[in-house]
Nanobody, 123 residues
Framework: QVQLVESGGGLVQAGGSLRLSCAASGRTFNNYAMGWFRQAPGKERKFVAA????????YYSDSVKGRFTISRDNAKNTVYLQMNRLKPEDTAGYFC????????????????WGQGTQVTVSS
């Protein structure tokens, strides 16, 4: 069992930055690949970024590539999402999730989810 708690969301102007954190409970954090997804009101949840467990390979959606950076600190059981050059279309609830395997861009491959943190980007 893994429990995930996101933090760091808020209101920011376009062009600004935010850093999201996701703290995980449990001693098996190192076994999981971690992902970030986002969901705007009335829309489906979409993949943002993912990082593998040991080799820390990273993956990004085209919409955030070059602006967002995912990282993890296995000693702190925490995964981060650094978001730069934010745009109004980045406004959404952001969720972190844990996966043991599979297509890391697919929400169905993740077995544990946090409650989410809201990011609002004003124009």
């Amino acid at each position: 069992q893994v429990q995930l708690v996101e933090s760091g969301g808020g209101l920011v102007q376009a062009g600004g930055s935010l850093r999201l954190s996701c703290a995980a409970s449990g001693r098996t954090f190192n076994n999981y690949a971690m992902g970030w997804f986002r969901q705007a009101p009335g829309k489906e949840r979409k993949f943002v970024a993912a990082i593998t467990s040991v080799n820390m390979f990273t993956y990004y959606s085209d919409s955030v590539k070059g602006r967002f950076t995912i990282s993890r600190d296995n000693a702190k059981n925490t995964v981060y999402l650094q978001m730069n050059r934010l745009k109004p279309e980045d406004t959404a609830g952001y969720f972190c999730a844990a996966s043991l395997s599979g297509d890391l861009q697919a929400a169905s491959e993740y077995m544990y989810w946090g409650q989410g943190t809201q990011v609002t980007v004003s124009s």
